[in-house]
């Protein structure tokens, strides 16, 4: 069985192997895979994981074998696999935590997208009540940021996208962004939320944004640059303003299926900026390091 495993050398992140066919649990359904969703993070610090280990997180196929303790979905059923471990193999053995059944009229190719981005969105956002709140998303060109923009915008938020460059801004406004920036200083708004996929200094300018009461929430650092606070930055008065981190690595089953629930209906859409074979993933990965890929990179297993 073919798979993408993690590569410490210079060829890597990643590099295809033969390994062995998954065998499952009593828990576990035997998955074809016909998708896979990359991220960003997975892949840039694809060190952070085994050699040789099956790599990915992010999936979509079809159940070939139901788990034999009769949980999860039945043979033939279409799945998304959602930040589950080992899914950029031809066949995956997942729990049903880790699934959430595809709607008719969905395609499995934009079910694959979700994952990790749409979650991670998901879940910051629902941390607080967003009607006629004033909400920044920073990196609004990259996969979570385009789901941001549109949860946000869906629960009723004023949205503000922050791109790096205006080539980034494609599509944001369509969205439901309100405004589409390339730099903060082009607004004195107050955000009553911020979510971060940059850090580094913008981190730092975002919290200068904060309405009284407002939290940013730190959920990457494509960056790579340290976040760094000059003195006096953190005292203030009025309504206390905090900073959250993000690591919620719980399985995502009944989210993906409100994601999936959102798709069907039309008012989620699945910003696939790369779609392409997974023979060409070296392509694909130093596309998505490059930051020249709007959205999600899906990728079909042959």
């Not at 940059?198 to 300018?205: D, E, I, M, N, Q």
Request: proline share 5%; glycine share 16%; no cysteine.
């Amino acid at each position: 069985m073919r798979a993408l495993v993690v590569d410490h050398g210079e060829a890597g992140p990643v590099r295809f192997a033969d390994v062995g066919e998954p065998v499952p649990s009593a828990g576990e359904a035997l998955v074809e895979i016909r998708h896979i969703g990359l991220n960003f993070g997975e892949l840039r610090y694809a060190h952070e994981w085994a050699a040789g280990a099956v790599h990915g997180h992010d999936a979509a196929g079809v159940v070939v074998r139901a788990a034999s303790d009769g949980s999860g979905p039945p043979e033939g059923a279409r799945v998304a696999l959602g930040m589950a471990p080992y899914a950029w193999a031809e066949r995956v053995a997942v729990g049903p935590a880790w699934l959430a059944t595809v709607p008719e009229g969905v395609d499995l190719a934009d079910a694959a997208g979700l994952g990790v981005a749409g979650v991670t969105a998901l879940r910051v956002l629902r941390k607080r009540s967003l009607l006629a709140r004033d909400v920044l998303v920073t990196g609004a060109g990259g996969g979570v940021g385009r789901f941001a923009v549109q949860l946000a915008a869906l629960a009723g938020a004023r949205v503000t996208a922050l791109v790096g460059s205006p080539g980034r801004a494609a599509g944001l406004r369509e969205l439901g962004a309100g405004q589409v920036l390339t730099d903060l200083a082009e607004t004195g708004d107050r955000f009553d939320l911020v979510l971060d996929t940059v850090g580094g200094p913008l981190a730092v300018r975002a919290w200068r944004s904060l309405a009284e009461g407002g939290t940013v929430h730190l959920v990457g650092f494509t960056s790579g640059q340290d976040i760094t606070f000059p003195s006096g930055a953190l005292f203030g008065f009025g309504e206390p303003r905090t900073i959250a981190t993000y690591g919620d690595l719980t399985p995502p089953g009944g989210e993906l299926t409100d994601l999936l629930g959102l798709v069907a209906a039309g008012r989620l859409a699945v910003p696939v900026g790369l779609r392409g074979d997974w023979k060409d993933v070296d392509d694909a990965v130093r596309a998505l390091f490059a930051r020249t890929v709007h959205g999600k990179i899906v990728l079909d297993v042959a």
